[in-house]
Nanobody
Framework: QVQLVESGGGSVQAGGSLRLSCAASGYTLSRYCMGWFRQAPGKEREGVAHIDNSGRTKYADSVKGRFAISQDNAKNTLYLQMNSLKPEDTAMYYC???????????????????WGQGTQVTVSS
């Protein structure tokens, strides 16, 4: 069983930055994809950024150039650096993991088996 705990959300003004963290515990995955999803009220959950055991990354078009996903394997922690935040980035952000890399299978939410509880990000204009 993998446990994921997010932190780092908060309220910022447009143009500001936040860094989300996701601490993973449980057993070590040798082959995996970890990612950040977000869900705004009344909208479907959407993928934001993903990274796999090979360090390959994927980003949603809406965040390319503004967000950066990274991982610290020694700390079992996933990060999402969010810069130039916009009001439309406001959402609950979730960390997720699965035992398949990010490219062998599409990264839609249903393919991820482990989820964190979420952390709220609010961007005001």
């Amino acid at each position: 069983q993998v446990q994921l705990v997010e932190s780092g959300g908060g309220s910022v003004q447009a143009g500001g930055s936040l860094r989300l963290s996701c601490a993973a515990s449980g057993y070590t995955l040798s082959r995996y994809c970890m990612g950040w999803f977000r869900q705004a009220p009344g909208k479907e959950r959407e993928g934001v950024a993903h990274i796999d055991n090979s360090g390959r990354t994927k980003y949603a078009d809406s965040v390319k150039g503004r967000f950066a996903i990274s991982q610290d394997n020694a700390k079992n922690t996933l990060y999402l650096q969010m810069n130039s935040l916009k009001p439309e980035d406001t959402a609950m952000y979730y960390c997720a993991a699965r035992m398949i890399d990010c490219y062998s299978l599409d990264t839609y939410p249903g393919t991820f088996g482990w989820w964190g509880q979420g952390t709220q990000v609010t961007v005001s204009s």
